[in-house]
């Protein structure tokens, strides 16, 4: 029963889960009731913090389908565990075997299986009518809702599934025109609004009230209550006043920076969130309604002037020129087109496919982007069906990842957990002994049960957490002073664990802008000489030229140019003019022309007067646009001369894509040759191509043509030569990178061979080393996919190519030279990820260069880099890496623009020199935190060791020693010694990753024995003193008159606690001194953070501590005395008392020492040789340098071949 209904959500998803269905138990529920009365609430909340437990306790097992609640727990790595309650609301809908909750069916007429609408029969309106109502009978929706997304249970899938939008339905781009434009009714509307809900994303602010609940009901806050209780019972109300005091200010700045967060983004999505719009109803009448009510299928009028879009719409007819940074981060604005619409039937029109909005985005609208203004046709409205609305759409999926992040996995955060065990552990052994302890002395039960748990609160520090997030803190105000902002904290430590960065090359490692160096045109199938430019009279009408004037998708924005960059420069470069035609002037170009370029009169030759008048008409219009596409490389117009019948396709694009469109014989014989010497210079090359259309094809017909029939049989015109220069800062940085072991990738949307001549250009690979190039091929005619190897610079001799494996035992030696490295293209990539998964890891492991790469494979090749064990960091300018930026360990973006959102970390420094700043930041926030969590734990065993050797005589330290250690001494060392600031530069050392590292281990257990040995040492050679005799008021060994006797009826309340006495006053003074020691031997600087000296705060705290310390030792002032509870002792055993500190410092300085310098190489050199190294790319890198196949040979191919067992791939060479 229990495998049988685990159904799974999201299949295949990011946000992939497993939901079982559970029914409220009401017997189960009183019993659990009962559980929480006796508990005193305890128990409730255990089951807030474990939601299994909690459905398991008040539930029992049913179907999903009669589920009232839900448990589902996430398939990732973390397992997590979630519940929802599954509601259910009544609608009138069409009885239907398929589906009785079709969202786009509508209370008008029943939905065919593929939730289309069926036409209506025959027959009089009046029968219909009966018809079709007949089947009306009220339907039950069961849904749920989770991380504000609804999941509505499907019959037919026996499944919960979501509603995104119109691509449920599989809707083909030709259905889209001719059953969704004409707009819904208000019934239809209404209809799917209960499916699809307001279309709106909420980002609700909490209030602080509910904050507060979610915040102090942290078990860490739950602990310090309960601690809080027990010193109120205990009477040491001073420290539960400080505690309470330091909750309040941890939790106040906690809900001040959460709630803030909120309203920030909550004012970021608000912008747009409530407009007005205008929407066709199926009447053909045009209604304005709030945009919260649209719903998909509605259709939208896109205002002329221009507005925000209020949800996702696909464009079906005009034009728009939209602003997308919000969700791109380019802040050049992009031309959106309407959908192309198929008429079925006719030869050369474009394939009817189904509608998608990665594959259809360049006649997408997107939520949250900014339409700046819309171009139409004379009396024709710009129209947009709505396809998705709410957190459905792309800025409401981006909003969703930020309010609900994965968690971040990161060593040491687990480790802290286990340390924090170890530590509870401790306290359980000395909760029992001080129990067994009382019981044998027959101390009173209240005492017993409060002394007992009281060891519990000491040994495990509630000060731990603000103690932790100290050095974080102090870090990013660090990097914000570098300009380097922050929004995820907790991503900092993680940052100094990166041994890998991967950079996008334009606008990143490269100038963002490309300037024109040349251009080589190409008559009768040769090349001509490389000119400077295309600004001349002799060239004003060539087809280079138009080409050049005519192929962008350049628009004029309040009169100022605007667009691509790449297109600015070309267009730029010809000189000539653009102008979008008035409504009157296109009545030239029959109504239907909105761009025309025409050349400035002094290009044009000087002709007759008479004529003068028509050559000043020398002007073209561009009739259709088809965008540029990443995935094809290449853009297409369609222009018209001016007074010419024949229409002309200008084409331009990556030159492999645009020569395959060409006929042979127009294009150069040298033509490889001409391209690659370009490319390995480092020049950005870009082709044109030029087609006369047929006659036949007119402007109606020209509108719904495919590309594919005009991409064809096509003039080879060219190329274009543009250099994109380095940024200056770049080589520098790489340098820096790797002299610290920090591998460095290149993954850009750019040609391949001008990828690998940046990559060499900035150092990322060096001259002497080989690039090899993997050309994948997917499995075509039967044949098995494979990959062809090449060397991209044809090196002469091909030495012994070795491969390099990290040295795991010596990670600060010099490593071997890497000698070659890998490149490929997106494509390869695809397929190598789908056919060669067993390689790709191999791959990876070299490659430096992935050029041609869509965003998502950007993210893919993240993931992979993280499936090898490497700690990845990703530089972008947030165009196009949003989701690499937000996947990587350290995502560190370069735009300003609200795409940052995505990205943890923002550089206002446009360079990648943020990169080594925010290495060197988080290996010292690293290393900080390391510090911190050691002192912490010392700070508790120290005090754990002194109260447990305390209670052996039935004593304890005094409330004012508690204090006056814990808030004197531990915070104020704790809050200064997080403040070291980061070495000056990158080392090749890397910080340990965990807590539970030998190294680390073996100096907090030195120190714990030294401590406790030290603290021993005094308690039993204070009892063997010659003066030593029990402690009362009336003692006096230190010969001063006895003026104590004044103050004995004060003193009775002391004496229940037997507080003091010789061994309290020893171990007081002992302790204080080993808190300050241990503080100052885990104070590392070099090589993360600057030496401590440098860290004045800590300094001069540690130096008042013990000037003050040392100062009541050895003059002892009567006041301070009493309010410490310490007792005066002989001035021997003073002397004796400060020898045993110095002993004690002197062993703890030259045993942390040692360990710094040996330990870590001998632990490193027993644990290397019997185990093979931890991260996977080191163990992989060990493999590959012992097999002889490995790197592949030039020119040999590896196929794909099934193996019959399980259907995996292995790999076999065959030399060609």
Same mark, same amino acid.
């Given at each position: 029963?229990?495998?049988?209904?685990?159904?799974?959500?999201?299949?295949?998803?990011?946000? /992939?889960?497993?939901?079982?269905?559970?029914?409220?138990?009401?017997?189960?529920?009183?019993?659990?009731?009962?559980?929480?009365?006796?508990?005193?609430?305890?128990?409730?909340?255990?089951?807030?913090?474990?939601?299994?437990?909690?459905?398991?306790?008040? *539930?029992?097992?049913?179907?999903?389908?009669?589920?009232?609640?839900?448990?589902?727990?996430?398939?990732?790595?973390?397992?997590?565990?979630?519940?929802?309650?599954?509601?259910?609301?009544?609608?009138?809908?069409?009885?239907?075997?398929?589906?009785?909750?079709?969202?786009?069916?509508?209370?008008?007429?029943?939905?065919?299986?593929?939730?289309?609408?069926?036409?209506?029969?025959?027959?009089?309106?009046?029968?219909?009518?009966?018809?079709?109502?007949?089947?009306?009978?009220?339907?039950?929706?069961?849904?749920?809702?989770?991380?504000?997304?609804?999941?509505? $249970?499907?019959?037919?899938?026996?499944?919960?599934?979501?509603?995104?939008?119109?691509?449920?339905?599989?809707?083909? *781009?030709?259905?889209?025109?001719?059953?969704?434009?004409?707009?819904?009714?208000?019934?239809?509307?209404?209809?799917?609004?209960?499916?699809?809900?307001?279309?709106?994303?909420?980002?609700?602010?909490?209030?602080?009230?509910?904050?507060?609940?979610?915040?102090?009901?942290?078990?860490?806050?739950?602990?310090?209550?309960?601690?809080?209780?027990?010193? #109120?019972?205990?009477?040491?109300?001073?420290?539960?006043?400080?505690?309470?005091?330091?909750?309040?200010?941890?939790?106040?700045?906690?809900?001040?920076?959460?709630?803030?967060?909120?309203?920030?983004?909550?004012?970021?999505?608000?912008?747009?969130?409530?407009?007005?719009?205008?929407?066709?109803?199926?009447?053909?009448?045009?209604?304005?309604?709030?945009?919260?009510?649209?719903?998909?299928?509605?259709?939208?009028?896109?205002?002329?002037?221009?507005?925000?879009?209020?949800?996702?719409?696909?464009?079906?007819?005009?034009?728009?020129?939209?602003?997308?940074?919000?969700?791109?981060?380019?802040?050049?604005?992009?031309?959106?087109?309407?959908?192309?619409?198929?008429?079925?039937?006719?030869?050369?029109?474009?394939?009817?496919?189904?509608?998608?909005?990665?594959?259809?985005?360049?006649?997408?609208?997107?939520?949250?982007?900014?339409?700046?203004?819309?171009?139409?046709?004379?009396?024709?409205?710009?129209?947009?069906?709505?396809?998705?609305?709410?957190?459905?759409?792309?800025?409401?999926?981006?909003?969703?990842?930020?309010?609900?992040?994965?968690?971040?996995?990161?060593?040491?955060?687990?480790?802290?957990?286990?340390?924090?065990?170890?530590?509870?552990?401790?306290?359980?052994?000395?909760?029992?002994?001080?129990?067994?302890?009382?019981?044998?002395?027959?101390?009173?039960?209240?005492?017993?049960?409060?002394?007992?748990?009281?060891?519990?609160?000491?040994?495990?520090?509630?000060?731990?957490?603000?103690?932790?997030?100290?050095?974080?803190?102090?870090?990013?105000?660090?990097?914000? =002073?570098?300009?380097?902002?922050?929004?995820?904290?907790?991503?900092?430590?993680?940052?100094?664990?990166?041994?890998?960065?991967?950079?996008?090359?334009?606008?990143?490692?490269?100038?963002?802008?490309?300037?024109?160096?040349?251009?080589?045109?190409? /008559?009768?199938?040769?090349?001509?000489?490389?000119?400077?430019?295309?600004?001349?009279?002799?060239?004003?009408?060539?087809?280079?030229?138009?080409?050049?004037?005519?192929?962008?998708?350049?628009?004029?924005?309040?009169?100022?140019?605007?667009?691509?960059?790449?297109?600015?420069?070309?267009?730029?470069?010809?000189?000539?003019?653009?102008? /979008?035609?008035?409504?009157?002037?296109?009545?030239?170009?029959?109504?239907?022309?909105?761009?025309?370029?025409?050349?400035?009169?002094?290009?044009?030759?000087?002709?007759?007067?008479?004529?003068y008048e028509l050559s000043s008409a020398y002007e073209i219009g561009i009739v259709r646009q088809f965008p540029f596409s990443s995935a094809l490389q290449r853009m297409t117009v369609v222009a018209r001369l001016l007074g010419e019948k024949r229409m002309d396709a200008y084409t331009k694009g990556a030159p492999e894509v645009v020569v395959s469109l060409c006929k042979k014989e127009t294009v150069p014989e040298n033509f490889a040759e001409v391209l690659e010497s370009y490319t390995k210079q480092g020049f950005r090359v870009i082709a044109l191509a030029h087609r006369r259309l047929?006659?036949?094809?007119?402007?109606?017909?020209?509108?719904?043509?495919?590309?594919?029939?005009?991409?064809?049989?096509?003039?080879?015109?060219?190329?274009?030569?543009?250099?994109?220069?380095?940024?200056?800062?770049?080589?520098?940085?790489?340098?820096?990178?790797?002299?610290?072991?920090?591998?460095?990738?290149?993954?850009?949307?750019?040609?391949?061979?001008?990828?690998?001549?940046?990559?060499?250009?900035?150092?990322?690979?060096?001259?002497?080393?080989?690039?090899?190039?993997?050309?994948?091929?997917?499995?075509?005619?039967?044949?098995?996919?494979?990959?062809?190897?090449?060397?991209?610079?044809?090196?002469?001799?091909?030495?012994?190519?070795?491969? #390099?494996?990290?040295?795991? *035992?010596?990670?600060?030696?010099?490593?071997?030279?890497?000698?070659?490295?890998?490149?490929?293209?997106?494509?390869?990539?695809?397929?190598?990820?789908?056919?060669?998964?067993?390689?790709?890891?191999?791959?990876?492991?070299?490659?430096?260069?992935?050029?041609?790469?869509?965003?998502?494979?950007?993210?893919?090749?993240?993931?992979?880099?993280?499936?090898?064990?490497?700690?990845?960091?990703?530089?972008?300018?947030?165009?196009?890496?949003?989701?690499?930026?937000?996947?990587?360990?350290?995502?560190?973006?370069?735009?300003?623009?609200?795409?940052?959102?995505?990205?943890?970390?923002?550089?206002?420094?446009?360079?990648?020199?943020?990169?080594?700043?925010?290495?060197?930041?988080?290996?010292?926030?690293?290393?900080?935190?390391?510090?911190?969590?050691?002192?912490?734990?010392?700070?508790?065993?120290?005090?754990?060791? #002194?109260?447990?050797?305390?209670?052996?005589?039935?004593?304890?330290?005094?409330?004012?020693?508690?204090?006056?250690?814990?808030?004197?001494?531990?915070?104020?060392?704790?809050?200064?010694?997080?403040?070291?600031?980061?070495?000056?530069?990158?080392?090749?050392?890397?910080?340990?990753?965990?807590?539970?590292?030998?190294?680390?281990?073996?100096?907090?257990?030195?120190?714990?024995?030294?401590?406790?040995?030290?603290?021993?040492?005094?308690?039993?050679?204070?009892?063997?003193?010659?003066?030593?005799?029990?402690?009362?008021?009336?003692?006096?060994?230190?010969?001063?008159?006895? +003026?104590?006797?004044?103050?004995?009826?004060?003193?009775?309340?002391?004496?229940?606690?037997?507080?003091?006495?010789?061994?309290?006053?020893?171990?007081?003074?002992?302790?204080?001194?080993?808190?300050?020691?241990?503080?100052?031997?885990?104070?590392?600087?070099?090589?993360?953070?600057?030496?401590?000296?440098?860290?004045?705060?800590?300094?001069?705290?540690?130096? *008042?501590?013990?000037?003050?310390?040392?100062?009541?030792?050895?003059?002892?002032?009567?006041?301070?005395?009493?309010?410490?509870?310490?007792?005066?002792?002989?001035?021997? $055993?003073?002397?004796?008392?400060?020898?045993?500190?110095?002993?004690?410092?002197?062993?703890?300085?030259?045993?942390?020492?040692?360990?710094?310098?040996?330990?870590?190489?001998?632990?490193?050199?027993?644990?290397?040789? =019997?185990?093979?190294?931890?991260?996977?790319?080191? +163990?992989?890198?060990?493999?590959?340098?012992?097999?002889?196949?490995?790197?592949?040979?030039?020119?040999?191919?590896?196929?794909?071949?099934?193996?019959?067992?399980?259907?995996?791939?292995?790999?076999?060479?065959?030399?060609?």
């Amino acid at each position: 029963m229990e495998k049988e209904d685990l159904k799974v959500l999201n299949k295949g998803e990011e946000e /992939e889960m497993e939901l079982q269905g559970y029914r409220l138990c009401r017997w189960r529920l009183a019993l659990v009731g009962l559980g929480v009365l006796c508990t005193g609430g305890f128990l409730l909340l255990l089951l807030y913090w474990m939601p299994e437990w909690c459905v398991k306790s008040t *539930c029992t097992r049913t179907t999903a389908r009669d589920a009232e609640v839900v448990l589902m727990r996430s398939t990732d790595e973390f397992r997590r565990w979630f519940l929802a309650r599954v509601l259910e609301t009544q609608t009138t809908s069409p009885s239907s075997p398929s589906s009785p909750s079709c969202p786009f069916s509508s209370p008008a007429s029943p939905p065919l299986a593929n939730g289309h609408t069926s036409h209506p029969s025959d027959g009089s309106p009046a029968q219909e009518l009966i018809r079709r109502y007949a089947d009306y009978q009220p339907t039950q929706i069961r849904y749920f809702t989770f991380h504000s997304t609804k999941y509505y $249970w499907n019959d037919e899938m026996q499944n919960f599934e979501v509603l995104n939008g119109m691509e449920d339905l599989q809707v083909s *781009c030709s259905t889209l025109h001719s059953e969704h434009s004409a707009g819904l009714t208000r019934n239809q509307q209404e209809y799917r609004r209960l499916f699809f809900g307001v279309n709106e994303i909420a980002v609700k602010v909490p209030s602080v009230f509910k904050l507060l609940i979610k915040e102090v009901l942290n078990p860490f806050y739950i602990f310090q209550l309960f601690s809080v209780i027990l010193w #109120s019972a205990d009477e040491y109300y001073y420290y539960a006043v400080a505690i309470v005091f330091m909750s309040v200010i941890s939790i106040a700045t906690s809900l001040y920076t959460i709630k803030k967060q909120y309203i920030m983004l909550h004012d970021m999505v608000a912008a747009h969130s409530i407009v007005r719009v205008s929407v066709c109803r199926a009447n053909n009448e045009i209604e304005e309604i709030l945009s919260t009510d649209l719903v998909p299928g509605d259709v939208m009028v896109i205002p002329s002037n221009g507005t925000i879009m209020p949800c996702d719409a696909v464009l079906v007819s005009g034009t728009c020129i939209v602003n997308e940074s919000m969700l791109t981060g380019e802040s050049v604005p992009v031309t959106k087109t309407n959908l192309p619409n198929p008429v079925p039937g006719e030869r050369g029109e474009e394939t009817d496919s189904a509608y998608n909005t990665e594959e259809h985005k360049r006649h997408t609208l997107f939520c949250g982007t900014n339409v700046i203004q819309t171009r139409f046709y004379t009396g024709e409205l710009v129209k947009a069906v709505v396809v998705r609305t709410g957190f459905s759409t792309a800025k409401g999926q981006l909003v969703r990842s930020i309010l609900y992040p994965k968690p971040t996995d990161f060593k040491l955060y687990r480790d802290a957990y286990l340390f924090l065990l170890c530590l509870v552990a401790v306290a359980g052994i000395g909760f029992v002994y001080s129990i067994v302890l009382s019981v044998m002395n027959k101390v009173p039960a209240k005492t017993i049960i409060i002394e007992s748990l009281d060891i519990i609160t000491i040994t495990v520090p509630p000060a731990l957490p603000a103690a932790m997030t100290a050095g974080i803190v102090y870090a990013q105000r660090r990097l914000k =002073r570098i300009g380097i902002f922050c929004i995820s904290p907790q991503r900092i430590n993680i940052c100094g664990q990166i041994n890998l960065v991967c950079f996008d090359k334009t606008g990143t490692l490269t100038e963002d802008g490309l300037d024109l160096w040349g251009v080589q045109r190409v /008559e009768n199938g040769s090349f001509h000489l490389s000119e400077e430019n295309a600004y001349k009279e002799n060239l004003v009408k060539s087809q280079f030229v138009a080409c050049m004037a005519t192929c962008h998708s350049l628009t004029k924005i309040e009169g100022q140019l605007s667009g691509d960059p790449l297109d600015l420069k070309m267009f730029e470069a010809t000189g000539w003019i653009l102008e /979008e035609a008035t409504e009157e002037e296109t009545s030239l170009h029959n109504r239907i022309m909105p761009t025309v370029v025409r050349p400035p009169k002094q290009l044009l030759p000087p002709e007759p007067a008479e004529l003068y008048e028509l050559s000043s008409a020398y002007e073209i219009g561009i009739v259709r646009q088809f965008p540029f596409s990443s995935a094809l490389q290449r853009m297409t117009v369609v222009a018209r001369l001016l007074g010419e019948k024949r229409m002309d396709a200008y084409t331009k694009g990556a030159p492999e894509v645009v020569v395959s469109l060409c006929k042979k014989e127009t294009v150069p014989e040298n033509f490889a040759e001409v391209l690659e010497s370009y490319t390995k210079q480092g020049f950005r090359v870009i082709a044109l191509a030029h087609r006369r259309l047929e006659s036949k094809l007119n402007w109606h017909k020209v509108q719904n043509i495919s590309r594919d029939h005009i991409e064809a049989n096509m003039e080879f015109l060219g190329l274009i030569i543009m250099q994109n220069k380095l940024k200056a800062e770049t080589p520098g940085v790489l340098q820096d990178l790797h002299g610290a072991h920090i591998r460095t990738v290149m993954v850009t949307g750019d040609n391949m061979l001008t990828a690998i001549s940046v990559a060499r250009d900035c150092g990322m690979i060096p001259p002497q080393d080989t690039v090899i190039i993997a050309d994948a091929l997917p499995p075509h005619n039967g044949q098995a996919a494979k990959i062809t190897w090449r060397y991209a610079d044809k090196p002469s001799k091909i030495s012994r190519l070795e491969v #390099s494996l990290e040295d795991v *035992c010596h990670v600060d030696e010099q490593k071997t030279q890497e000698l070659y490295h890998f490149a490929m293209n997106g494509k390869s990539f695809a397929v190598i990820e789908e056919h060669f998964p067993d390689m790709l890891q191999k791959l990876v492991l070299h490659g430096t260069v992935f050029a041609r790469m869509a965003p998502d494979q950007k993210t893919q090749l993240i993931e992979a880099l993280q499936g090898v064990d490497y700690f990845v960091g990703m530089c972008g300018d947030g165009a196009n890496d949003c989701g690499a930026l937000k996947r990587a360990h350290g995502g560190i973006s370069l735009s300003e623009l609200e795409a940052s959102v995505a990205s943890p970390f923002t550089s206002r420094t446009p360079n990648i020199s943020c990169v080594p700043s925010l290495i060197r930041e988080g290996r010292a926030a690293l290393i900080t935190s390391f510090c911190v969590f050691k002192f912490m734990a010392l700070y508790s065993i120290i005090q754990y060791i #002194s109260v447990t050797l305390l209670y052996s005589i039935l004593s304890n330290l005094g409330d004012f020693q508690f204090l006056f250690i814990d808030i004197a001494i531990i915070l104020l060392i704790v809050f200064t010694m997080s403040l070291n600031p980061a070495w000056k530069e990158l080392v090749s050392r890397r910080p340990p990753s965990g807590l539970i590292s030998g190294p680390l281990l073996f100096s907090v257990l030195t120190q714990i024995l030294i401590c406790l040995g030290f603290q021993t040492i005094t308690f039993l050679w204070v009892r063997q003193q010659p003066w030593y005799t029990v402690w009362t008021p009336l003692t006096d060994v230190c010969n001063r008159s006895s +003026h104590i006797n004044v103050s004995d009826d004060n003193d009775t309340e002391v004496d229940d606690h037997n507080i003091q006495n010789f061994e309290n006053t020893s171990l007081f003074y002992v302790s204080c001194f080993q808190y300050l020691i241990v503080a100052i031997v885990f104070s590392k600087g070099k090589p993360f953070r600057q030496p401590s000296y440098k860290n004045w705060p800590f300094v001069l705290s540690a130096i *008042c501590l013990y000037i003050f310390l040392l100062f009541i030792m050895f003059h002892p002032v009567e006041g301070i005395d009493e309010f410490l509870e310490i007792v005066c002792v002989p001035f021997e $055993w003073r002397v004796k008392l400060f020898l045993i500190i110095v002993v004690n410092a002197a062993v703890s300085v030259l045993v942390e020492g040692g360990i710094d310098l040996r330990a870590y190489k001998c632990l490193s050199r027993l644990c290397c040789p =019997r185990k093979t190294p931890k991260a996977r790319y080191m +163990h992989l890198a060990q493999e590959l340098s012992v097999d002889p196949d490995w790197p592949p040979k030039p020119t040999t191919t590896t196929e794909a071949k099934p193996r019959p067992e399980n259907g995996s791939t292995y790999q076999i060479m065959i030399n060609s």
